[in-house]
């Protein structure tokens, strides 16, 4: 199974906040920018690519019970929302890559 360290190292990802979840187990990803989409459609433990940085975020990935966010484009969590990441122990993560070279890299990674 991998962990939410395991796609820092091999992705290059930097830790924004909540870096006390880093040993979370990953089974999947979704890819989306629509908070309702999200919501409704993410499973528990994915990893969840976005480039929103606000609170809300937390909100869905503590509902959701996700394993990590990642920001694309080089976003970092607003304060707000790196505050609840430390509080919860889910990260956020930051990739300079769009969404799409991104989500297919751990496509590949967790397929296998």
Known sequence: MMKVQDIVDKLGLKVCSGSAGLNREIEGGYTSD????VMGNADENQV?????????IMAIASLKELAAIILVKGYEPETDAAEQSNLEGIPILSSEEEAFELTGKL??????
């Open 34 to 37: 629509l908070l309702s989409d």
């Open 48 to 56: 969840w690519v976005t480039l929103q940085t606000h609170k809300n």
């Open 107 to 112: 496509f590949e990674m967790l397929k296998k």
